[in-house]
């Protein structure tokens, strides 16, 4: 089944550290996200990338960086500039990488990966 | 600058009960893609509808219905008779035609069915 796949499920990251978050999809998508949620809060958008070897900052950028060398990897990195890491990162696609009208045009989601300081 | 606002924060039905989830959106654009999603407590996201702004049509799928009023920007969404296995968080979310993946998203109301 095609789908998103996010790993891991939970995540330790030690004072200074970087960590990686992993995101693959096997969706043939060219659009790929990650958000940022926090505990009674919304989405919010931290990174994306509408084609490979190419990526945007979010709304929230700073502390993170991403890279998009194949078009079903989207690995997130939370660096150590990031003060706040604890949070449920989600990661999604879509097939709409251009904007505009597409039909059915939707995100899929991942099912997260749980971040937390030691 | 685009806004989503869900005002309930938690709503607690009794199974069977009809149930209404707000979502009033601000936005300048006059085409745009109004969504809202389910969160379950595995933590994915899953899509429910997606509604054109050029679209006013109502939907029903089933026990979900879905109320879209342009001219108040809203965009409500109602479970009848509700069911344990509708408690999640729901999300709405208002993206630009122009403005490929940047979706806004409300903050959120969690349903909670009780048997």
């Known amino acids: 089944d095609g789908g998103i796949t996010q790993s891991p499920k939970y995540l330790f990251r030690k004072e200074g550290q970087n960590v990686t978050l992993s995101c693959e999809q096997n969706l043939n998508h060219d659009a790929m996200y990650w958000y940022r949620q926090d505990p009674g809060q919304g989405l919010r958008l931290i990174y994306y990338?509408?084609?490979?070897?190419?990526?945007q900052k979010g709304d929230i950028a700073e502390g993170y960086s991403v890279s998009r060398e194949k078009k079903e990897s989207f690995p997130l990195t939370v660096t150590s500039a990031q003060k706040n890491p604890t949070a449920f990162y989600l990661c999604a696609s879509s097939t709409n990488s251009q904007g505009g009208y597409v039909p059915n045009e939707k995100l899929f989601f991942g099912s997260g990966t749980q971040l937390s300081v030691l | 600058a685009q806004k989503v606002t869900q005002a309930q924060t938690e709503i607690s039905v009794v199974e069977k009960e009809d149930v209404t989830l707000d979502c009033v959106y601000e936005t300048r654009d006059t085409t745009y893609y109004l969504f809202w999603y389910k969160q379950p407590p595995s933590g994915e996201l899953v899509f429910l509808i997606r509604?054109?702004?050029?679209?006013?049509q109502n939907e029903i799928s089933g026990r979900y219905s879905w109320n879209f009023q342009k001219s108040t920007s809203s965009f409500n969404f109602t479970i009848t008779a509700s069911q344990v296995v509708d408690s999640a968080v729901y999300f709405c979310a208002l993206r630009r035609c122009t403005n490929a993946g940047k979706s806004t998203f409300g903050d959120g109301t969690t349903l909670t069915v009780k048997p």
């Open positions: 509604r054109n702004s050029f679209d006013e």
């Open positions: 990338s509408q084609i490979v070897n190419d990526f």
